[in-house]
């Protein structure tokens, strides 16, 4: 009987422990500035100048992660196109799906509504996780402000621009609201 409760507790424990061990949350800008940089959008299609070096962005987190984080990719424009979300090693969620939902997202037409997709993201958020918010542009709506008041209001934010597109980065974001 001892032996037995071991067991289950043990069981119990690896079953607790098996849980993300990190959760990025990705808002990712897909409106059609993001591969018509110079917003002529009849003969400015342009994928290698932002485009395809954000998703490699994402690429890059997906491939340091390891199978038990957890990714949760909000695809944006004007509102939320789709949310991925998943834990890596799962069959649900590979980097060629992902990208494949990026793709037909970017298709749709739509203004950049940045401050809806941060508090959309927010809801994601936990005390392990990751969020990074990446956009080419400006907030097509009047938050302005608002936006960069959460941008500046987290002390461990970073703000990075790779002169192609920008990205925000918090670090458990959670705790320091």
Not at 5 to 31: E, K, N
Not at 128 to 148: M, P
Request: a neutral charge; charged letters at 25%.
């Amino acid at each position: 009987m001892k032996r037995l409760i071991i067991i289950l507790i043990t069981s119990i424990i690896c079953l607790l422990t098996a849980q993300a061990q990190t959760r990025y949350v990705i808002a990712f800008d897909c409106t059609k500035s993001m591969n018509h940089p110079t917003g002529d959008y009849k003969n400015g299609y342009d994928p290698y100048k932002i485009w395809i070096p954000a998703k490699k962005f994402i690429q890059s987190l997906w491939i340091q992660a390891s199978d038990n984080d957890e990714f949760v990719i909000l695809l944006y424009q004007d509102r939320i196109l789709h949310t991925i979300k998943g834990f890596k090693g799962s069959q649900l969620s590979d980097w060629n799906s992902i990208e494949s939902k990026m793709e037909d997202a970017i298709t749709h037409g739509g203004n950049t509504c940045i401050l809806h997709a941060w508090q959309t993201a927010e809801q994601y958020f936990t005390d392990n996780c990751d969020f990074y918010f990446i956009t080419d542009g400006v907030e097509d709506h009047d938050n302005k402000n608002k936006l960069n008041d959460y941008a500046t209001e987290n002390k461990n934010s970073r703000y990075r621009d790779f002169g192609m597109f920008l990205y925000y980065s918090v670090r458990c974001p959670k705790n320091n609201r």
